[in-house]
């Protein structure tokens, strides 16, 4: 079942997400080929692991943003790309035509906002943990261990119901424009906090970084699309039923005995 899942996922997912999921694997293999350091993505650590906090600052001076940004750019849009479908679907439908090229960017956007604030972030704990293990492996094990207690957290389960709610959007002017970057940083921001813990592993695994990120990106793509993954739904409002009446408790049976 969940290899059928996810393949219909993949055949669901429009093609210009997958051709940008594409470029980012590319140019994370190129990039990678470019480096002539392993590790971090390519990230140098002035000394041995268990170096304490000097050798996390030395590895914090050899690791500006422009070293890592790129890297970190690409990772995102080779593993977020095919988790967009459904928002930028919503989104195309709901959208004026001549507003949706306007919408879809500033919904980008917005999207990509939170996790270039989550970047640092992960990078410095990234870092930290290499800096204070005996051994790289440990590190690797402490963030598979973070990403692992992450998911089973109940709080990554509302972030995760959180990334299918549809936003409200307006359709004329600027509103429609703003409304369109509200809901991609929105969605930027349940997404990073559902998705956060499990970036941190492909960071410390070494030469194994990029199957490990087609791993996660496949996992994260089949839980997406999972049934529990999906908001409860919520009860229809009296005044817009059908029938105008409440339904029974019972469901169909209930119905049916109520009407004989």
């Not at 993505?41 to 001076?61: I, M, Q, Y």
């Not at 999972?226 to 739904?233: F, K, N, S, T």
């Amino acid at each position: 079942m969940p290899v059928k899942i996810l393949i219909a996922a993949l055949r669901d997912t429009p093609w210009p997400l997958c051709c940008a999921s594409l470029l980012g694997w590319l140019g994370l293999i190129a990039l990678e080929r470019r480096l002539t350091a392993p590790g971090y993505c390519g990230a140098w650590v002035l000394e041995r692991p268990g170096g304490g906090w000097d050798a996390l600052t030395g590895a914090l001076w050899l690791n500006p943003p422009a070293q890592w940004l790129p890297s970190w750019l690409l990772m995102l849009l080779a593993m977020m790309a095919p988790l967009l479908a459904d928002p930028l679907r919503q989104l195309w439908l709901r959208s004026l035509a001549r507003k949706r090229a306007l919408a879809l960017a500033m919904f980008c956007c917005g999207y990509l906002l939170p996790w270039l604030l989550a970047g640092p972030l992960l990078h410095l704990l990234g870092l930290a943990l290499l800096t204070f293990s005996a051994a790289p492996w440990q590190a690797f094990v402490v963030a598979c261990g973070v990403a692992g207690l992450w998911q089973a957290a109940p709080q990554r389960l509302r972030c995760l119901q959180a990334c299918h709610r549809q936003p409200r959007l307006s359709p004329f002017g600027w509103p429609a424009a703003l409304s369109a970057l509200r809901a991609g940083l929105a969605a930027g921001v349940w997404c990073a906090g559902a998705c956060w813990a499990w970036m941190l592993p492909p960071l410390l695994a070494g030469p194994g970084h990029l199957p490990l990120m087609a791993a996660i990106g496949l996992w994260l793509l089949l839980e997406r699309r999972r049934p529990e993954g999906a908001p409860p739904l919520l009860p229809i409002p009296k005044a817009l039923r059908s029938d105008g009446r409440e339904r029974p408790a019972g469901g169909v049976k209930g119905h049916a005995a109520e009407n004989p």
